[in-house]
């Protein structure tokens, strides 16, 4: 009986509450929604009720994912959540009239919003928000929360590629309200905590910063927010990718020299060094902007490998002649003979084998004549004309004489000779092969090496200036 009574009791009271005007909660937003925009101005203006008054956007930016960073163009294609707040004078109640709805969402078309854009925007549209829902609250605090994908210039600095480290700068500002009229502040909120990871770009931080400049067009000053997202490049595919491909493609030049001369592949081992050296540049040009300011360290290296790859060829060009005399061939040089047997067999390691050249070489050097030691003009005083023109003459027949003999040596077809003179040429020929394998390897070794520590150093350094130059800043 008590249950039954309770219920009636119920039953009344909400007859007696629609009857005396109560309403609904859904009802009371839609009077809401009526009585706000109703008395919304047709065509917004800026929100507030005294012109003097600037309006004051908190802008943040929360990057999402790092879409696509072309180098070559110079472009950043960045995902990102914006967040813009600001307070409009016409969009108040009091709660307690509305069913104590204290928020309130609207389409952003319906009121007014700031003109905020990108500047530095390469899309084909002056894209300035997305239709999406503001929300507002009672005290008339509005919240724009807008989902975009950026698309902005971003200046690359390749000097240091692979192992750079690139800021691309993202400043939002309104293109027609000045200092005076809006105000911009950043919001503290802006962090990249939801940044997903990148493959091959890593977010170390984003600085942000108001500033004010003036424009040509005015003489007021804009405000603007900039973000600066500081990327660093994940090196390790380009070291593994192209760098260490490069440095084997460069050690079968020294694969060339070890071989045989009488094998045949050594030009085609150079040749195809050279080729695969133009072809990771190609790869490597692929990811520079087309600048003519710098000329990054990675190029210059292949430069490098792709001269001494040239220098090997013509070394190549040079044994091979060497290695191959025909059947009737000229004595070597004696500077050549001075210089493979006693200098470049130390560095070939050949010292042992080539004794007996080195030996020959000795007992073959001619002995200077007392003649050709005194020259005529330093003759004792009292030496008569007659025996000055007699050792004149005598030493003219000694010259004679081994000009004669040194003809003779060189159309000296005897086989003995010849095979002789064949076997020294193609010493000469092995020796200066093993000792330019032992330097170009390690002049390859000395500069891959010192490449990757200079590069290590020279990017920690300008890594400290930046940062030591935003302290100061």
């Known amino acids: ?51 003097s008054t600037a309006v004051v956007v908190r802008h943040r930016m929360t990057p999402i994912q790092l879409i696509d960073m072309d180098e070559k163009n110079q472009v950043i294609t960045l995902k990102s959540w914006l967040g813009q707040t600001w307070t ?43 239709e999406t829902d503001a929300i507002i609250d009672f005290n008339g605090t509005v919240t724009a929360l807008q989902p975009m994908v950026l698309e902005a210039t971003c200046s690359i600095d390749a000097t240091l590629f692979p192992f750079d480290e690139q800021r691309c700068n993202f400043k939002f500002a309104s293109w027609s309200y000045h200092l005076g009229l809006i105000d911009y502040a950043a919001d503290p909120d802006s962090s990249i905590d939801r940044f997903t990871e990148n493959g091959e770009w890593k977010v170390l931080e984003m600085p942000v910063s108001r500033n004010e400049q003036k424009y040509v067009c005015c003489v007021e000053k804009f405000p603007d927010v900039t973000y600066v997202i500081h990327l660093q490049r994940r090196s390790m595919f380009y070291v593994v990718n192209i760098i260490l491909p490069s440095f084997l493609a460069c050690i079968l030049i020294s694969v060339g020299f070890y071989l045989p001369s009488d094998s045949g592949e050594r030009v085609s081992l150079c040749v195809i060094s050279i080729l695969s050296q133009f072809v990771f540049l190609t790869v490597i040009s692929d990811y520079m902007p087309p600048t003519a300011e710098v000329v990054p360290y990675l190029q210059r290296y ?8 040239v220098l090997s060829a013509f070394v190549t060009a040079w044994t091979l002649n060497m290695h191959f005399k025909g059947p009737v061939c000229t004595e070597p040089p004696e500077y050549l003979k001075s210089l493979a047997f006693f200098c470049l067999a130390r560095l070939a390691c050949t010292r042992v084998r080539i004794r007996e050249y080195r030996k020959r070489i000795k007992r073959r050097r001619p002995q200077v004549s007392r003649a050709e030691e005194i020259p005529l003009g330093q003759f004792v005083n009292g030496t008569n004309e007659k025996d000055q023109l007699r050792n ?8 004679t004489r081994d000009a004669e003999k040194q003809d003779s040596d060189f159309y000296d077809r005897d086989p003995e000779t010849q095979q002789r003179r064949l076997r020294e040429w193609r010493e000469i020929s092995r020796i200066v092969d093993r000792a330019y394998f032992v330097l170009y390897t390690m002049l390859q070794v000395g500069l891959v090496v010192s490449f990757l520590a200079f590069i290590a150093v020279k990017g920690r350094y300008a890594h400290e200036e930046e940062e030591n130059a935003d302290e100061d800043h």
């Not at 859904?26 to 809401?32: F, I, K, P, R, W």
């Not at 004149?392 to 010259?399: K, T, V």
């Open 302 to 309: 292949f430069f490098i490998t792709i001269g001494m790859a």
């Open 392 to 399: 004149s003459i005598d030493l003219r027949e000694i010259n």
């Open 88 to 130: 409009d004078e016409y969009l108040t109640w009091d709660p307690t009239s509305f069913g104590n709805i204290r928020q309130l969402q609207v389409p952003i078309s319906e009121i007014w919003q700031p003109d905020t854009v990108l500047y530095g925007s390469v899309t084909a549209e002056f894209q300035r928000h997305f």
């Open 1 to 51: 009986m008590g249950t039954q009574t309770f219920l009636k009791v119920l039953c009344i009271c909400g007859i007696l509450f629609h009857r005396i005007g109560f309403v609904t909660s859904s009802d009371a937003g839609v009077d809401l929604v009526e009585a706000l925009l109703g008395k919304y101005p047709k065509y917004p203006v800026r929100p507030v009720k005294n012109e």
